[in-house]
């Protein structure tokens, strides 16, 4: 995607009105992360729940993803396709790890997976345990950008350059769409009029989604010539995300892996060159323009 000076262009870009669920397999990691400090960031390879659920065991999901083992128990993520979000057919680049090029996982079960570019998780998203003697069970939800998600350790305010925001009444604010209505989270020591507290500095309000502008805020740099999406800035420092897989560039940035195919790192602000952003606008009135193939 070509970034353009922030506030010089906007991309517009559509969503499926009828949305599609989408199941995430967990690394441990990122488990971690969700239950000890709320992540609530997914992107990476997802695939389709309803086909997904054919594979009912830790060693059945797991052989799916090219990986042989029999854990008591993996962790997946079911929720909506995110507004903004968009799908892209998996590299046919060769990896350390298995991929997908195809479109599908591997095996008899004919199961659709897709790369999903960063974003926050949608309204409603569950946390699922599925366990070797078949049992699934939901363990948590994910209850919007304020609330973050329930029975989590911690809450982390979300990023403002990763998942929807949404302009109302000339104000912008964090945004979860659910239907026909926006959840508008501010963070701040005081709450605008009419928000209600949902946690300490952060208040909420539900209002139609014909009243707002949805959009995402979408920055890209480079790092020593690797290409970059910046997740979030604090001080000195800039969390990323690199836009290439390849494990050559993540050693020349000094990136970990945090699952297959991501490579994340933490740098100074200073080796961010050629920082460009870009406003995506979503146009509920076009949903079905955009549909996953």
């Not at 389709?48 to 990986?67: I, N, Q, W």
Request: charged letters at 25%; aromatic letters at 8%.
């Amino acid at each position: 995607m070509a970034a353009d000076a922030l506030n010089d262009r906007h991309a517009t870009r559509t969503q499926v009105h009828r949305r599609l669920v989408l199941q995430k397999l967990l690394a441990a990691p990122i488990s971690h992360a969700i239950v000890e400090s709320g992540l609530d960031q997914v992107g990476g390879m997802v695939a389709e729940a309803s086909r997904a659920l054919g594979l009912m065991t830790p060693a059945e999901l797991l052989a799916a993803y090219g990986v042989d083992a029999a854990p008591e128990f993996v962790d997946v993520v079911r929720f909506e396709q995110p507004r903004a979000a968009t799908l892209t057919r998996p590299s046919e680049a060769k990896r350390p790890w298995p991929t997908f090029p195809h479109g599908f996982l591997l095996g008899d079960s004919l199961t659709p997976v897709w790369s999903m570019s960063r974003t926050r998780y949608s309204h409603g998203a569950e946390y699922w345990r599925i366990r070797s003697d078949g049992e699934q069970r939901c363990l948590s939800h994910y209850a919007g950008a304020g609330r973050g998600w329930v029975r989590a350790k911690r809450w982390r305010p979300p990023s403002p350059i990763v998942g929807t925001l949404a302009r109302w009444q000339g104000q912008e604010f964090f945004a979860d769409v659910i239907a026909e209505t926006v959840l508008l989270t501010a963070i701040a020591q005081n709450g605008p009029t009419g928000f209600e507290p949902v946690r300490p500095r952060a208040w909420s309000k539900t209002v139609p989604l014909s009243e707002c502008e949805v959009f995402e805020r979408v920055f890209t740099a480079q790092v020593d010539g690797v290409p970059v999406r910046i997740l979030r800035r604090a001080g000195e420092d800039a969390e990323v995300l690199l836009l290439s897989d390849d494990p050559a560039d993540a050693e020349r940035v000094g990136a970990g892996l945090v699952e297959a195919g991501v490579f994340e790192a933490v740098v100074d602000a200073s080796r961010l060159t050629d920082v460009h952003g870009v406003e995506n606008q979503w146009v509920p009135s076009a949903d079905e323009s955009n549909e996953a193939r």
